[in-house]
Nanobody
Framework: QVQLVESGGGLVQPGGSLRLSCAASGFTFSTYVMRWYRQAPGKERELVAH????????IYADSVKGRFTISRDDVKNTVYLQMNSLTTDDTAVYYC????WGRGYWGQGTQVTVSS
């Protein structure tokens, strides 16, 4: 079955960096769009970044442009989110997502806390 397992979250000071990973299994990873979402306390889940199959195209939320980079390794079946210049506004649970035949699949999420 489809599984998405995020890792790499943690506590970081403002201005710091983190790299999130999402290991995928149970489907042909290389042929699907992958996305990162986040949900901060009391807020709706929002799309952070999107990468197409073959990495042809990436899309970012305005709030993270220039600071975050999404990438994928189709050999390792893993999608990454490199996050730089983190601010307290980036504190959230980060989720990996894909959609297969119209059904959405989510990982369990990884907590990112930006605090001094």
């Amino acid at each position: 079955q489809v599984q998405l397992v995020e890792s790499g979250g943690g506590l970081v000071q403002p201005g710091g960096s983190l790299r999130l990973s999402c290991a995928a299994s149970g489907f042909t990873f290389s042929t699907y769009v992958m996305r990162w979402y986040r949900q901060a306390p009391g807020k709706e889940r929002e799309l952070v970044a999107h990468i197409t199959d073959t990495s042809v195209s990436t899309i970012y939320a305005d709030s993270v442009k220039g600071r975050f980079t999404i990438s994928r390794d189709d050999v390792k079946n893993t999608v990454y989110l490199q996050m730089n210049s983190l601010t307290t506004d980036d504190t959230a649970v980060y989720y990996c997502h894909t959609s297969i035949w119209g059904r959405g699949y989510w990982g369990q999420g990884t907590q990112v806390t930006v605090s001094s």
